[in-house]
């Protein structure tokens, strides 16, 4: 490490955390579960100043952003309000109620799998089973078209977003080793003890001369308020029953309902209602408990993620949006992007027991960047993952194994160590969000995804492969297997610079209605090869704080 | 050898570190090893019980020595209740309907190959042919529908029932729940004091 490295590694581990407890008391608050007993509640009637729809990585941050600054806040949430200790499992199967199991329809000539995968449901959102990987995007990936020719360029700079990055990685906290790539950065907590999957990338990646890094998770690694540190059960996708784990239900929710927000669970909305000539946004219409009522307010920000916020949005038609609310220039689904994530795993002599420990542990973002030499544009970063035992059967099944076979190899379990590869794929047009023509219980149509591969799609994939096979082989694997698969969602409801470009501009308000907000990834104008979590969060940050005129010096 | 009995469970399998874990993980685990409701099968037909449950027999290579794990009870239960994945691909139908078009099929596909004789009354390699035919499809159409897709929506709903039960875990080697206990033993050929060597 560089002694400016270490010097700025030893000042933020080392900085006291009084500014972090201003802006956000969540971690010293009482837990969530005790602070929702005496929650705020408001009448349908009254016209609060905002209600957001969604109460994930941007809803929940929305809200209690804006709930601190003195805003009347309610949070409407389709799914549960979770109570970590009641309703999730150290198990597998068992957590299957924390993903969006309403039907959806996957089309395209590479249909991508919902549910598990990419989807949440209930207070927290998809981060309450994410691995907690939170890396940030790199300063190129603003620029894409005047970088490198294609995609598209965000209406604002990494600069103008990197002060909140540092907010909320002190917030979540985020763990991990000093980070070399993209803007360069400390973090708050130190790097995790690695388990034989972290060992064997770290090894692999040593003996080929790839750096590679412990981190970065958002996990927390020793004192944090009164959040617990990790014991290292290794179900971080299963929702972290000990509370190490970020989730905005333990990370921005407390905070939130302190400052008098309503986080309203079970709470399914239908509709965005408008005044007469749609030129304004009055409420919203939502189901819950069968009955349908509507909340008034004075400005909505939408928060479904980049399947539920464009079927909403196209679900509410009127006589002014007869295509869907802030559709008028036929963006309002478009350009829906995966990361190509293709996991490759390795057979090794000695026991791994990849399920120990965090599944998120290294990373590398050494491939992240186009490399001229390349014949493709943008790269992929290459992260360790450790499957459980139904995921990994999937996983060995997909090779076309079964019967004998597959029962076969799956008695080896202990002995393979899994690494996957984010691929930044481009963003497309034709790869959109629909209304399909099946209903859900509610009796309205389901989002239809559709999704193909573009040429450069597809060479990352197999660029990604073909490095995690090198680590795997050189840390001492003597058999390999590659899956090919997607992992998480972005886009759908753009930022641009216009209305033409745009659903949203770059303080997340819609250029149709003024006083109605996208504030998750669905505006994701390209991704990277990050995790988005902490992107949505800053990004939602930024708005609220740009709303409320509390933008951070 | 005294000191190995401060290990609860050690050689009892997962099942026998069940006093380890929390009461709800516990409860959610163990309901996989006791008695089911009445009526067993609520969605399955008779005749597509004996097909799937053929099916099965091939898809996870089960024989008789196999400890008992429910799979066609559970696959069962979650499509008469509509306990989905959260998605289905748009050239097949919803899960449940998918499930007795492609048994339909497989049956329709034993008939005619085997002299009228159904898939559950084929002969074990007749039966072992006929699905490899399927796998081989890849994209290709069967009765309507992805033969690629129907195989995925198989294997699926097989493995998310078989690995899912303490008794499959025990079979590869996992520890199962972890919680609040954790793991202290981390690294490369490591093991917590009652891992079995593997």
Known sequence: ?553 | MGRMRAWPGKGAGAVGRAGTWDPVTAGVVLARLGPRHEPALRFFTPREEAVAEALLDHVLARSPDDPPVPVLTVIDDRLATGEYDGWHFADLPQDAEAWRRSLAGLDEDARLRHDGRGFPESGYGERDRLLRHVLQLGSGDWYGMPAGHVWKLWTRYACEAYYAHPHAWDEIGFGGPAYPRGYLRLGRGLREPWEEPR
């Open chain 1, 1 to 553: 490490m560089s002694g400016r490295a270490a010097a700025r590694t030893l000042w933020e581990s080392a900085r006291p955390q009084g500014d972090v407890r201003r802006r956000n008391a969540s971690a010293w608050l009482p837990h969530v579960t005790e602070l929702k007993r005496d929650m705020r509640r408001f009448a349908d009637s009254d016209e609060v100043d905002m209600v957001v729809v969604g109460c994930g990585a941007g809803g929940a941050t929305f809200t209690q952003r804006l709930a601190h600054a003195g805003w009347k806040v309610v949070c409407l949430e389709a799914g549960p309000f979770w109570d970590p200790q009641k309703d999730w499992v150290s198990d597998e199967w068992g957590s299957h109620h924390l993903y969006w199991n309403e039907p959806r329809v996957v089309g395209g000539s590479h249909p991508v799998p919902m549910g598990s995968n990419n989807s949440g449901r209930g207070v927290g959102g998809s981060m309450v089973h994410f691995a907690g990987f939170a890396p940030r995007l790199h300063p190129s990936d603003f620029r894409v078209r005047s970088g490198d020719g294609v995609a598209a360029d965000w209406p604002l700079s990494y600069a103008q977003l990197r002060p909140y990055y540092q907010r909320l990685e002190r917030e979540l906290p985020v763990a991990g080793q000093y980070w070399p790539w993209g803007d360069p950065h400390p973090y708050p907590h130190p790097p995790h003890p690695v388990s034989g999957n972290g060992e064997v990338m770290l090894d692999g990646c040593a003996k080929l001369g790839i750096e590679a890094r412990v981190g970065p998770v958002a996990i927390a690694n020793g004192r944090f308020g009164n959040r617990p540190h990790c014991i290292y059960r290794g179900f971080c996708l299963q929702g972290c029953k000990v509370d190490a784990k970020a989730s905005p239900l333990i990370t921005h929710v407390p905070d939130a309902i302190a400052h008098g927000a309503e986080i309203r669970a079970d709470a399914m909305v239908t509709r965005i209602e408008t005044d007469r000539e749609g030129r304004r946004v009055t409420g919203v219409r939502y189901v819950r408990g069968g009955r349908e009522y509507v909340q008034r307010a004075a400005a909505v920000a939408v928060a479904g993620y980049s399947i539920e916020t464009p079927r909403l949005l196209l679900n509410s038609t009127s006589r002014r949006f007869p295509d869907g609310l802030c559709n008028d220039h036929d963006l309002v689904g478009r350009y829906v992007m995966v990361q190509g994530a293709p996991q490759t795993a390795g057979r090794f002599a000695e026991e791994i027991r990849m399920y120990k420990a965090p599944p998120p542990e290294v990373s590398t973002e050494e491939f992240y960047e186009t490399d001229p030499a390349k014949p493709y544009v943008r790269g992929f970063s290459v992260q360790t993952v450790s499957p459980l035992p139904i995921m990994w059967a999937e996983h060995v099944a997909e090779q076309g194994h079964w019967g004998p076979d597959l029962r076969k190899r799956m008695t080896d379990y202990t002995h393979w160590a899994t690494l996957g590869a984010l691929c930044e794929f481009l963003p497309q047009a034709e790869n959109r969000v629909t209304l399909a023509e099946e209903t859900d219980r509610h009796g309205l149509p389901v989002a239809r995804f559709d999704h193909s591969q573009c040429a450069n799609d597809g060479q990352l994939m197999e660029a990604s492969r073909k490095v995690m096979e090198e680590i795997l082989r050189a840390a001492g694997a003597t058999e390999l297997m590659t899956v090919e698969r997607y992992a998480h969602l972005v886009g759908g409801c753009r930022m641009g610079r216009t209305a033409e470009e745009g659903v949203v501009d770059a303080d997340l308000r819609s250029f149709a209605v003024p006083n109605l907000f996208i504030t998750d990834g669905s505006v994701l104008p390209t991704q990277g090869s990050a995790n988005p979590a902490l992107t949505i969060m800053a990004l939602a940050d930024r708005a609220a704080c740009r709303l409320a005129g509390k933008e951070p010096r």
